[in-house]
């Protein structure tokens, strides 16, 4: 490999929710040419169809897998731009919303690498079109919050650094990461008791815009009681949206075939195979 007398640019690219139809133009276009794409473990096979031409290095995070370090995946990226000149980092969703982009930008810019960031549609937002439910609503929903309790720990010198975070003061609330801990999130809220009570609708969406795609749909008391906890399915990604606003989903989901799971009671089960990545 013939190495390059100037340094090559990092494209951190946003993959989208799961469909690689899902992906921008400018993101797609981007594959197309990239020399070397380092990708998250969620991103889809058929997104990496798109850059069959590419050196293809896996560098994602997956909770209680084996996962490559952050300041790891950084060093490979600054390595690359002295092979390649055309550096794609894939990231699922949008890479500036929980995806550490702001240490790969730092690292890099540091380095003298020139970077540019492509966004992506995030998961909260491909959940909502799916069930066909604005995360806000007229009267009922003026504010959205966008939520992690995941937390990195690889780089914290003192364990004491790191606190709980609290739930924000929000009309409609996405949490992202929050399946271990989804029971702990519903009481917490029908604690706090603002604006949040047992009554208020929870929709739980797995692998989102994938054909692997399911719903769970309930109320926040139920989701405090453990109702999914025998639901979900640790091998693809959960998001929990939590308000008012959700409240009519399950009569906007002509698209989607309905399946009862006895042992779940009240939380209503659906799948949608019928969208294809």
């Given at each position: 490999?013939?190495?390059?007398?100037?340094?090559?640019?990092?494209?951190?690219?946003?993959?989208?929710?799961?469909?690689?139809?899902?992906?921008?133009?400018?993101?797609?276009?981007?594959?197309?040419?990239?020399?070397?794409?380092?990708?998250?473990?969620?991103?889809?096979?058929?997104?990496?169809?798109?850059?069959?031409?590419?050196?293809?290095?896996?560098?994602?995070?997956?909770?209680?897998?084996?996962?490559?370090?952050?300041?790891?995946?950084?060093?490979?990226?600054?390595?690359?731009?002295?092979?390649?000149?055309?550096?794609?980092?894939?990231?699922?969703?949008?890479?500036?919303?929980?995806?550490?982009?702001?240490?790969?930008?730092?690292?890099?810019?540091?380095?003298?690498?020139?970077?540019?960031?492509?966004?992506?549609?995030?998961?909260?937002?491909?959940?909502?079109?799916?069930?066909?439910?604005?995360?806000?609503?007229?009267?009922?929903?003026?504010?959205?919050?966008?939520?992690?309790?995941?937390?990195?720990?690889?780089?914290?010198?003192?364990?004491?650094?790191?606190?709980?975070?609290?739930?924000?003061?929000?009309?409609?609330?996405?949490?992202?990461?929050?399946?271990?801990?989804?029971?702990?999130?519903?009481?917490?809220?029908?604690?706090?008791?603002?604006?949040?009570?047992?009554?208020?609708?929870?929709?739980?969406?797995?692998?989102?815009?994938?054909?692997?795609?399911?719903?769970?749909?309930?109320?926040?008391?139920?989701?405090?009681?453990?109702?999914?906890?025998?639901?979900?399915?640790?091998?693809?990604?959960?998001?929990?949206?939590?308000?008012?606003?959700?409240?009519?989903?399950?009569?906007?989901?002509e698209r989607s075939s309905s399946k009862i799971d006895d042992g779940l009671q009240d939380g209503q089960v659906l799948t949608n195979s019928q969208r294809r990545a």
């Amino acid at each position: 490999m013939k190495i390059p007398s100037t340094l090559g640019k990092v494209y951190l690219v946003g993959a989208g929710p799961g469909a690689a139809d899902l992906i921008t133009v400018r993101g797609a276009k981007l594959l197309e040419k990239a020399d070397i794409v380092f990708h998250d473990a969620l991103v889809e096979p058929e997104m990496l169809e798109l850059c069959k031409q590419a050196v293809k290095v896996p560098v994602g995070k997956r909770c209680g897998k084996l996962s490559s370090a952050q300041h790891f995946i950084n060093k490979r990226l600054i390595d690359a731009a002295g092979q390649y000149q055309i550096i794609v980092r894939l990231k699922g969703g949008d890479p500036m919303l929980f995806g550490r982009a702001d240490e790969e930008i730092q690292a890099l810019k540091g380095s003298g690498i020139a970077v540019e960031v492509v966004p992506g549609i995030t998961a909260a937002l491909a959940a909502a079109a799916s069930i066909g439910q604005s995360l806000t609503l007229r009267g009922v929903s003026r504010s959205v919050a966008f939520v992690t309790l995941a937390q990195a720990t690889e780089d914290t010198q003192d364990a004491h650094a790191i606190l709980p975070i609290q739930n924000p003061s929000a009309d409609t609330l996405v949490y992202y990461m929050g399946r271990k801990d989804a029971a702990k999130i519903a009481q917490r809220l029908i604690d706090q008791n603002d604006p949040h009570i047992h009554t208020t609708p929870v929709q739980i969406m797995e692998s989102v815009s994938t054909p692997r795609e399911r719903l769970w749909s309930s109320t926040l008391g139920q989701l405090a009681q453990g109702k999914a906890d025998s639901w979900f399915d640790s091998s693809s990604p959960a998001l929990i949206m939590v308000g008012q606003a959700l409240q009519n989903t399950s009569h906007n989901l002509e698209r989607s075939s309905s399946k009862i799971d006895d042992g779940l009671q009240d939380g209503q089960v659906l799948t949608n195979s019928q969208r294809r990545a």
